[in-house]
C-alpha cells in the first residue's frame, strides 16, 4: 500500500479516535499518507423539523459556530494522537457537508483514498434508529476497501 492515502472520518468519540490509532499503526508499517477529516454539517437541522420550532438564522449560526468548534478540536486531538504514534505528515481536513456516507465517500474519492478506516458508531440511542449508522452505508456502498473498527 506504499503511497496510498488512508481515510479516517473522526467525530471525536472514542471509537472514531480508536480507528486513527488502527489507521496510524498500517500507516506506519505500510508508508501509506493518513488523511484524518472531521465533517460539520452545513445545515444541521434539515431532518429534525428545526423549522417548525422556530428556529432563526442566528440560533443555526450559534450552531453551526459550536459545530466547527469541536470539529477543530476533534481535528486537534487527532493531529496530536497521530504525532505520539509517529505519524507527523497526516493530512488533517475539516469538511462542510451533511455527515453521511455520501460526503464520506466523495471525499475518499476527491483526496484519492485507497481504504477507508472509521469507527463503528458515532451515533447512539435513538438518534442511530432513526438516522441509522453512516458505517453501515458506507460498508454497503463503498467501492473502496473499508476497515471497521469497534473500539
Given at each position: 500500500m506504499a503511497n496510498n492515502n488512508i481515510l479516517v472520518?473522526?467525530?471525536?468519540s472514542d471509537t472514531?479516535?480508536?480507528a486513527l490509532k488502527q489507521?496510524?499503526?498500517l500507516v506506519n508499517a505500510l508508508g501509506s499518507k493518513l488523511i484524518v477529516i472531521s465533517i460539520v454539517e452545513e445545515n444541521p437541522f434539515v431532518n429534525a423539523d428545526f423549522y417548525y420550532f422556530g428556529a432563526d438564522s442566528s440560533t443555526m449560526k450559534e450552531y453551526f459556530d459550536e459545530a466547527?468548534?469541536?470539529a477543530k478540536a476533534a481535528l486537534l486531538a487527532a493531529q496530536k494522537?497521530?504525532?505520539d504514534l509517529g505519524v507527523n505528515d497526516a493530512e488533517i481536513k475539516m469538511i462542510k457537508g451533511e455527515v453521511s456516507a455520501t460526503t464520506i465517500l466523495k471525499t475518499a474519492e476527491e483526496l484519492n483514498?485507497?481504504?477507508i478506516i472509521m469507527g463503528s458508531h458515532g451515533r447512539k440511542g435513538v438518534q442511530k434508529?432513526?438516522?441509522g449508522s453512516v458505517a453501515e452505508?458506507?460498508?454497503l456502498h463503498s467501492p473502496l476497501p473499508v476497515l471497521i473498527v469497534k473500539q
Open positions: 472520518p473522526i467525530d471525536g472514531s479516535l480508536s489507521a496510524a499503526i466547527c468548534k469541536n494522537l497521530c504525532e483514498s485507497n481504504l434508529l432513526a438516522l452505508d458506507i460498508l
